[in-house]
């Protein structure tokens, strides 16, 4: 009998509409919180708080606490995945428009292709490949480029400067993810790390003196309502929704949210805040997309040939 059967449609439906959904919403509710909010700070109230919860529930309903090695392996990764990954997004949407910065980090997929070309050299430089890679190199070369005549303005250097890096950080933490010891169960995992990644940010916001000038009597009702959503939504709803999709579809499905989130995003910038959509925006957001497809879809039959291969857990924005 076909496991699919049991399944109502409207759980996946549904399921699929929040990972698409709301991490493509997310760029958008950062953008507002980091106008008032210092980035770092930002980040760091965010994830402690989801963490802390992640992982109190996951100790209420009988799970082992991890050990000191996983907590170890947790605060490396922290500081990968939440300074320099999403510690260096909330810096660059001071910059940045947030449908550019969630197409910005939709070349992850590109940095991965690479990393197991170069370094693990697990994948081999196909025609197809090599030209899904350019396209994609090309996609950020078209939003970036000053000498480009296609119209609207360049996104700022720092900025998308600050979101290379950021991909780069979480494609080196994805590699490192599959070799460090971590609790089994993924709620766990990403709890500990979420935490890990507060207190780091916590750390690295104080280092940069956030704290100083910071007044939470001064932040208005839509900067805590972007924080509130980025916690409940963002980190904890549409993590839970990713946890049931990958036991209940295959990863190339739910792999998709990968090019759907940034058409979100920037649909998302476009209507709510005001942000850019004209040629250079279309034209790169669609090189970035197709490099992203190209590259997902040869991951997914190197991934078919060897079924232990999941997707990461970390994938959240």
Same mark, same amino acid.
């Given at each position: 009998?076909?496991?699919?059967?049991?399944?109502?449609?409207?759980?996946?439906?549904?399921?699929?509409?929040?990972?698409?959904?709301?991490?493509?919403?997310?760029?958008?509710?950062?953008?507002?919180?980091?106008?008032?909010?210092?980035?770092?700070?930002?980040?760091?109230?965010?994830?402690?708080?989801?963490?802390?919860?992640?992982?109190?529930?996951?100790?209420?309903?009988?799970?082992?606490?991890?050990?000191?090695?996983?907590?170890?392996?947790?605060?490396?990764?922290?500081?990968?995945?939440?300074?320099?990954?999403?510690?260096?997004?909330?810096?660059?949407?001071?910059?940045?428009?947030?449908?550019?910065?969630?197409?910005?980090?939709?070349?992850?997929?590109?940095?991965?292709?690479?990393?197991?070309?170069?370094?693990?050299?697990?994948?081999?430089?196909?025609?197809?490949?090599? &030209?899904? #890679?350019? $396209?994609?190199?090309?996609? =950020? @070369?078209?939003?970036?480029?000053?000498? /480009?005549?296609?119209?609207?303005? *360049?996104?700022?250097?720092?900025?998308?400067?600050?979101?290379?890096?950021?991909?780069?950080?979480?494609?080196?933490?994805?590699?490192?993810?599959?070799?460090?010891?971590?609790?089994?169960?993924?709620?766990?995992?990403?709890?500990?790390?979420?935490?890990?990644?507060?207190?780091?940010?916590?750390?690295?916001?104080?280092?940069?003196?956030?704290?100083?000038?910071?007044?939470?009597?001064?932040?208005?009702?839509?900067?805590?309502?972007?924080? &509130?959503? #980025?916690? $409940?939504?963002?980190?904890? =709803? @549409?993590?839970?929704?990713?946890?049931? /999709?990958?036991?209940?579809?295959? *990863?190339?499905?739910?792999?998709?949210?990968?090019?759907?989130?940034?058409?979100?995003?920037?649909?998302?910038?476009?209507?709510?805040?005001?942000?850019?959509?004209?040629?250079?925006?279309?034209?790169?957001?669609?090189?970035?997309?197709?490099?992203?497809?190209?590259?997902?879809?040869?991951?997914?039959?190197?991934?078919?040939?060897?079924?232990?291969?999941?997707?990461?857990?970390?994938?959240?924005?």
């Amino acid at each position: 009998m076909d496991a699919h059967a049991d399944r109502p449609t409207w759980k996946t439906l549904l399921a699929f509409a929040i990972i698409y959904f709301v991490w493509g919403s997310t760029f958008f509710a950062i953008r507002v919180g980091v106008r008032e909010v210092p980035p770092f700070l930002l980040a760091a109230v965010r994830f402690s708080v989801a963490g802390l919860i992640l992982y109190a529930w996951m100790i209420a309903r009988g799970e082992r606490s991890p050990t000191g090695r996983q907590w170890r392996s947790a605060f490396l990764l922290a500081i990968l995945i939440f300074v320099f990954d999403y510690g260096l997004l909330f810096w660059a949407e001071q910059r940045v428009p947030s449908g550019m910065a969630a197409v910005m980090l939709a070349t992850i997929p590109v940095y991965m292709a690479l990393s197991e070309i170069i370094f693990l050299r697990t994948q081999k430089l196909t025609v197809r490949l090599a &030209v899904a #890679l350019l $396209i994609g190199v090309g996609g =950020v @070369a078209v939003l970036v480029s000053r000498s /480009l005549n296609v119209g609207g303005a *360049p996104i700022d250097r720092l900025g998308a400067l600050a979101l290379l890096v950021a991909g780069i950080s979480w494609s080196a933490a994805a590699t490192l993810t599959r070799k460090l010891p971590l609790p089994p169960s993924k709620v766990m995992s990403s709890g500990v790390q979420m935490l890990a990644g507060g207190v780091m940010l916590a750390l690295t916001a104080a280092t940069l003196g956030e704290f100083r000038n910071f007044h939470p009597s001064d932040i208005s009702r839509a900067a805590w309502l972007s924080l &509130v959503y #980025l916690i $409940i939504f963002g980190s904890i =709803v @549409a993590f839970t929704a990713y946890v049931w /999709l990958i036991h209940h579809e295959s *990863p190339t499905k739910v792999g998709t949210y990968a090019y759907v989130n940034p058409v979100v995003a920037v649909v998302i910038g476009y209507f709510l805040g005001g942000e850019p959509l004209g040629l250079r925006t279309i034209l790169g957001t669609a090189f970035v997309l197709i490099s992203v497809v190209v590259i997902t879809a040869t991951g997914a039959k190197k991934s078919a040939n060897n079924p232990t291969t999941i997707l990461s857990v970390e994938d959240a924005s």
